[in-house]
DNA sequence: ATTAATGCAAATCGTTTGCAGCGGC
DNA sequence: GCCGCTGCAAACGATTTGCATTAAT
């Protein structure tokens, strides 16, 4: 087995939902399989994921979140619902623009949108 | 006197930077004005600031930011400095096309781009 | 036997809150 | 005297870390 029977599970979790969960989720969810996983091991493993460029991790105001997808993209996040949905900005357009305008180096664009999703 | 002193200085810290200022920074800032202020005092008013509209907080991956502009606007990050800079990235268009798109009813738009500065 | 990863608990960081006391009308 | 605001300290939620133990080769 190359990986620890944990860190598999934390990456399948977070590979098998679109809800862009919390650690806090994601243990939960961990705790079903392995009774006794801890919150330490659940950070852990979510950082090494993230620095492996397996998952990409985000920040949802001041709590962090995790995403499967690792290409760039962007959020919509409901008031209502809290819903948090992937759509596509063209951030390649925003990045040659940054640089024209400013001579910065973009190489992490994000963009949040957060307001009254099409459920309400 | 309308409002206490500590909050009239804390506001006036706000406004007198470009800094994008933590809340940690202010209250060391404004201990060389009012020595024994505490760090609840900073936390409440910043908040009944941001709330009044006074000024508007941020979020900087998982920390909170205070900013004097309350106009809608993006930030550029440098990676190397650290440094965080106003620029205006059109939202009005993308709030636009949200909608159009996704029948998504956007009120706040944050686009935070990371990358290396001209300074570098 | 070595090395990496674990569970657990304590620690840390940013932020909020309860409370007794103070300041301005 | 009232009400809002303060300083202080304790509490909080999210995350990280130290350490002794375990798992995999």
Redesign the pocket.
């Known amino acids: ?7 598999e599970l ?1 990456q399948h979790i977070v590979q098998g939902t679109n809800s862009h969960p ?3 989720w994601i243990f939960n969810k961990a705790k079903k399989k ?1 009774s ?13 994921l993230n620095n492996d460029g397996v998952i990409k991790i985000f ?1 949802d105001n ?4 995790y995403d499967w997808n690792t290409v760039a993209h962007d959020h919509l996040k409901c008031n209502k619902c809290g819903k948090i949905t992937d759509i596509n900005m063209h951030t390649k357009e925003l990045q040659k623009k940054v640089w024209n305008q400013y001579k910065f180096e973009a190489d992490n664009i994000e963009i949040t949108i957060s307001g009254i999703c099409n459920n309400h």
């Open positions: 087995m190359r990986f620890s029977k944990q860190r934390i919390t650690a806090y392995i006794n996983i801890s919150m330490g091991t659940v950070y852990r493993n979510l950082n090494k920040y001041n709590i962090a979140r």
